[in-house]
């Protein structure tokens, strides 16, 4: 409504001024009014019902019908409506006549005016008219007596032209005559440009009158003479004393004078190409002997390799594309041209490239490599410089090449520096497990020891990422292109470095559990179990962290497979786990081969009452309790079956009474001679069967408990093969109570002791002519003494 | 009980002969016999009185001879001694009493002869030639390989060669096996961790097989079809498989008991059924494709695969025949110390643990179609 409003139209407010307000604008205007719901506007719906704009019905469109709308409303409305719409129209029929009045009114003053001005332009034409006509007249007068001038000069003007062409002529033929002497004289100065400017200019002509005798004369003396300028030339090209730019100079001059271009080329290349080589030379020497260090840094080496032979090279190129390619001569001598500039180039930036390469190679200290990548960078965009003058040529493409190498063989000797470093880190460890016995009173922390190799090793790891990392700087000309942002983010450093690193940790670590399988091997049995924790570390988080910086810092792009975090892990633990499991083994055996030994070795039958317990027995209580320390150093604690701390003598009077007793039992009844173990089997029935050299978990009485099985069932079945005297079996039974009364804390099930201990003792017996059981009292008392 | 065997020269019935370990009573030699249609076990019982029986082997020309490795306990000293004996010949072969006389009116066995171990030490084991007539023996005695022969009709042994194991320590035989190739000239030996091959013409060393095990060395069986290979077993758990013109490297390795593996054979027919028998009382029947003389893998050549769609589902079928554990068998309570494959049936094998529990076992019925077929 506001529109309108603010228009030029008749306020809404005024009802009787709204009709004829409307009519006198554009249809267009009025049916955007009425087409709004105003009070004004119903009252128009209801003489146009249904409203139909432009239709015939529509009293105001374009296209109204009065038989059609008559018989509408007729159709449609009440006899009172009739009535108040033909009052309604008589209205506006009316006020539509008073506007056409007040309409004509305004309009006939305007037209009055209108007559009186065109009358008064008809006066003004006419005067114009007379003085157009005096204009053309003077005209014509004009143009008759240029006529009569120029008629008269024209003999005058013809005789000075001929004079002038005669003038030029005279000058050209003394230039020609006066050319051998400047000619000479100009090469006398040594302004062979002057020289060449000259002859250039009358060698045409000369060309073109050698068939008369005087110019034939002129003709050979300046040959002669330019042939001599030119042997001046070549020899001052060949001289090579002369800058790149002297020398330039000359290759133009012997151009103009029509010296074959290709011997040119090859000329000025040969004649650069010995410049360039005697700079690479040096650039050689200055490599220092093959074996021998490198007399300067890899950075001054570039650096000055930049600055003299590229630099030069592009000199080179720049002055040899000015004289010989971009001239506009034949198609086919540019062509050649640029031909041989591209074989010069490529052969002599190959020298080039080896000479960097052998310098690069060269490189292979594994500490900052900021020197070289600053090298390479510098290398890399001189290059690029040098690429953009000569785009045909490939130095560009082979100098990223040099360059993706270098970082490739960067990444090697990275991996290969860490894997030595963490091999040093196993020598160290090695050594101080092995030193410090008498040093110290204790032996070596191995938390310690383990807490120093992880932080040593992931600093390691953290530099060599640093030092890596500046192959992808920002400001390093290389590192966008597409091989260092993609494929040397995740195959070089992430899969090549850093999962190479972790595999061949789990590498090593499995290799200490394969050779060591021959007679205990040479590792010692801590380092086991210190890997084997570094491992399991490894596993839980440190992988994690590893690869998560890795791919923080080397946003990695590419889409290549990579090795997920989840299979490293699992290879770690399980190298953990087999070290572990190692690590159980090899103390199982030490302390097994020692009770084989003490059975193997005894006269069982011939043995005295036993006094005390025997000092093998000792041996391996005390070397299970420095397993314990040992292991409880790097692993937790772990579950245990509930047990009371009681728990040792009370099953054990269980196991040496009633059990044993029950035992032995069959075994003195002579009657069923053939089912003497029957009881102990209905009793095993119920036992879990024992698996001896099981994998163990990842804490301090799992690994306990694998040691002490192994070294009970070999005590089991060291004992089976003998035969015992009485007193033999007395013996094992103090020494099975004794091991009883220490082992039982060790393990997580006191009960497998138990079974284990039981067996033995059982089958002592069984291996006993004469089956004699001590008092457990007696026994009791010995091992307390003991 | 300890000693098992099979009775080798019987190839119809199936029949094992067993020795027990006693201190206390008379030790027996039983001769068990399988009655395969019906299920049935039958016992017969010999008297073996001069001791407990740590090792036994039957003859392989006569079924009633055997030779025995038992303890004598005399003045409070232990002493391993080796007999040869025959067994009464109505038991030969097999049984002619009802299973349910227990009664068992037990039999004595004949000495034939006595293998005379005063000058060598313990006796560890006795093996026969394997395809001889019955007439050579080899025992081990400590660190002495004795060769022997049976003289007028095995009532006498003389000791024909002998050759000594010499190195710093005390050196002592644990078990051997003889070569059924080679013209039996070949015996193999374990001391130790180390594996011997021996030649029984010169009683020479000719191969030898150092840490073979990590640990001590329990058993060795030859392959019986190719002349080469060799299995052994030990204390590390392991039963490796050599190749005896190769010896730095095992040809493979099986690390699937979890304590000492006492025992492994092959299948007298079938090499590439390999059992081992362990203190972890389980038994592992293993399936060594790979290495058996066996066809393996493809026989039919690539071009002929792909002509004929037949064929290559007949050769996919085939295929999955791989290295792997056919079955473990967990009867046993205690320590198996012995398995044998039964001489008659080769689908057929017994084992026998601490407890003088025996099991017999087949090999499963799919398998035995899968290589029959």
């Known amino acids: 409504m506001s529109a309108p409003q603010g228009g030029p139209l008749p306020g809404p407010g005024e009802p009787g001024s709204e009709a004829p307000g409307g009519k006198r604008r554009p249809h267009g205007m009025l049916k955007l009014y009425y087409g709004l719901p105003d009070p004004a506007g119903e009252a128009r719906g209801g003489l146009a019902p249904g409203g139909d704009p432009g239709g015939p019905t529509d009293i105001n469109g374009a296209h109204f019908d009065p038989e059609v709308f008559l018989t509408k409303l007729r159709k449609e409305c009440s006899l009172t409506q009739l009535m108040d719409c033909e009052t309604d129209m008589v209205k506006q029929i009316r006020a539509l006549d008073s506007d056409m009045q007040t309409l004509v009114y305004e309009n006939y003053n305007k037209f009055i005016s209108a007559t009186d001005t065109i009358r008064k332009m008809k006066n003004d034409f006419k005067k114009m008219e007379d003085e157009m006509d005096c204009l053309a007249a003077n005209m014509s007068v004009i143009t008759e007596f240029s006529a009569c001038i120029s008629s008269t000069l024209q003999d005058q003007h013809e005789q000075i032209t001929k004079l002038s062409g005669v003038h030029t002529l005279l000058r050209k033929l003394q230039f020609l005559f006066e050319l051998p002497a400047r000619l000479t004289k100009c090469v006398e100065l040594e302004a062979y440009g002057q020289a060449v400017r000259y002859y250039s200019k009358a060698r045409s002509i000369l060309h073109q009158y050698q068939h008369m005798p005087s110019f034939q004369g002129i003709q050979d003396d300046c040959q002669k003479i330019m042939a001599n300028l030119a042997q001046k030339l070549r020899e001052k090209f060949r001289d090579g004393g002369s800058g790149a730019k002297d020398l330039a100079e000359c290759v133009e001059l012997l151009l103009q004078l029509d010296e074959p271009a290709e011997e040119l080329c090859d000329e000025f290349l040969s004649h650069a190409r010995c410049r360039l080589e005697a700079e690479l030379e040096a650039l050689e020497a200055e490599l220092g002997k093959p074996c021998g260090a490198p007399v300067t840094d890899i950075l001054e080496f570039i650096d000055r390799g930049c600055n003299i032979f590229v630099s030069n090279m592009c000199l080179v190129i720049a002055s ?4 010989f390619v971009s001239r ?20 002599l930036m190959e020298t080039y490239f080896s000479l960097v390469e052998r310098r690069i190679q060269l490189e292979k200290g594994v500490g900052d490599n900021s020197l070289l990548v600053r090298a390479l960078d510098r290398f890399h965009r001189r290059l690029q410089a040098l690429a953009k003058l000569l785009p045909a040529s490939n130095v560009a493409a082979e100098g990223t090449e040099i360059v993706v190498r270098a970082a490739k063989e960067r990444i090697r000797q990275y991996l290969l520096a860490l894997q030595s470093f963490y091999q040093d880190c196993l020598t160290d460890v090695r050594q101080s497990l092995a030193a410090p016995r008498l040093a110290g009173k204790e032996s070596p922390n191995l938390a310690e020891l383990l807490g120093t190799i992880s932080a040593s090793v992931l600093n390691q790891i953290k530099s060599v990422l640093t030092y890596v990392h500046l192959f992808t700087a920002k400001d390093i000309t290389f590192s966008n292109k597409p091989y260092f942002k993609g494929e040397f983010c995740s195959q ?3 899969e090549g470095l850093i999962v190479g690193f972790i595999k061949s940790i789990c590498q090593t670590a499995r290799q200490f559990c394969e050779t060591t399988g021959d007679k205990g091997g040479s590792t010692p049995p801590a380092l086991l179990l210190l890997l084997s924790r570094l491992c399991l570390d490894y596993e839980t988080s440190t992988i994690s962290y590893i690869l998560t910086l890795t791919d923080e810092q080397f946003l990695v792009q590419d889409h290549s497979p990579i090795t997920p975090v989840t299979s490293l892990c699992a290879e770690a633990r399980e190298a953990a786990q087999r070290l572990l499991n190692h690590y159980v083994k090899v103390q199982g055996l030490i302390i097994s081969q020692m009770l084989r030994k003490s059975v193997e070795t005894r006269d069982w039958v011939n043995t005295i009452e036993p006094r005390n317990v025997r000092a093998v027995m000792k041996r391996v209580v005390e070397d299970t309790t420095s397993i314990d320390v040992q292991v409880g150093l790097l692993y937790e604690e772990g579950v245990r079956k509930a047990q009371s701390s009681d728990s040792s003598k009370r099953t054990f009077s269980v196991y040496s009474s009633s059990r044993q007793q029950s035992r032995y039992a069959p075994s003195y009844t002579p009657s069923a001679p053939l089912d003497t173990n029957l009881l102990s089997n209905i009793q095993k029935l119920f036992s879990e069967r024992i698996d001896i050299f099981s994998p163990v978990e990842f804490n301090k009485v799992s690994v306990l408990t694998g040691i002490i099985k192994i070294s009970l069932k070999t005590f089991l079945e060291c004992v089976r093969l003998r035969t015992f005297g009485r007193y033999g079996l007395q013996q094992i039974q103090v020494d099975c109570y004794y091991l009883q009364l220490y082992l039982w804390r060790f393990v997580c099930d006191e009960n497998l002791v138990h079974f284990l201990l039981d067996e033995i003792v059982g089958s002592t017996a069984h291996r006993c002519p004469d089956p004699v059981p001590m008092e457990q009292s007696v026994i009791e008392v010995i091992c307390e003494r003991g | 009980a300890r000693a098992l065997t099979p009775q080798i020269a019987e190839t119809d019935a199936i029949r094992f002969l067993i020795g027990t370990q006693s201190l206390k009573y008379d030790n027996q ?13 039958n016992k017969n019982v010999l008297i073996h009185q001069v001791g407990e029986i740590w090792h036994i082997s039957a003859s392989p020309a006569d079924k009633g001879v055997l030779a025995t490795c038992y303890n004598k306990t005399s003045d409070s000293k232990v002493m391993t001694c080796a007999a040869v004996w ?27 002869c006595h293998l005379d171990n005063t000058a060598h030490g313990n006796m560890a084991c006795v093996i026969w030639e394997p395809m001889g007539d019955g007439k050579k023996l080899i025992s081990l005695a400590d660190n002495h390989l004795l060769l022997w022969d049976l003289q007028e009709s095995s009532s006498n042994a003389v000791l024909s060669n002998s050759a000594a194991l010499e190195g710093k320590g005390q050196l002592k035989f644990t078990s051997g096996r003889w070569s059924p190739h080679h013209n039996c000239t070949q015996v193999t030996t374990a001391n130790d961790t180390a594996i011997r091959g021996w030649d029984t013409r010169s009683m020479r060393q000719i191969y030898y097989i150092e840490n073979a095990h990590g640990q001590l060395v329990r ?14 077993c030990g204390d590390d758990c392991k039963v490796k498989f050599w190749d005896t013109r190769n ?8 690390e699937e008991h979890s304590h000492w593996v006492w025992n492994v054979r092959y299948n007298h027919s079938h090499d590439q059924l390999v059992l081992s028998g362990s203190s972890d009382s389980r038994i592992i029947l293993s399936n060594m494709v790979s290495i058996s003389s066996e066809p393996f893998g493809h026989l039919v050549d690539d071009d002929e695969l792909s002509d004929q769609e037949d064929h290559h589902q007949e050769e996919k079928t085939k295929e ?9 068998y967990e009867e046993h309570e205690d320590s198996v110390y012995a398995v044998e494959w039964s001489s008659a049936d080769p689908w057929l094998f017994a084992s026998l643990s601490y407890d003088g529990r025996l099991v017999i076992n087949r090999v499963p019925r799919a398998l035995k179609y899968h290589i029959l077929l």
């Open chain 1, 320 to 323: 040899y594309q000015e004289l």
């Open chain 1, 328 to 347: 506009e001569g034949v198609q086919g001598i540019t062509r050649m041209a640029q031909d041989k500039l591209v074989a010069f180039v490529n052969s």
């Open chain 1, 492 to 494: 070089g450093v992430r």
């Open chain 2, 29 to 41: 030699i039983h001769i068990i016999d399988f009655d395969d249609e019906n299920n049935i076990i």
């Open chain 2, 86 to 112: 025959r067994m009464p010949k109505e038991l030969e072969s097999g049984s002619h009493e009802s299973p349910d006389d227990s009664s068992s009116n037990t039999q004595t066995l004949e000495l034939l």
């Open chain 2, 219 to 232: 058993d060795l069986d030859f392959n019986p079809n190719k002349q080469y290979y060799l299995a052994s």
């Open chain 2, 247 to 254: 010896v730095t490297e095992p040809v493979k390795t099986l």
């Open chain 2, 320 to 328: 999955p025949l791989q290295d792997s554990i056919i079955a473990t």
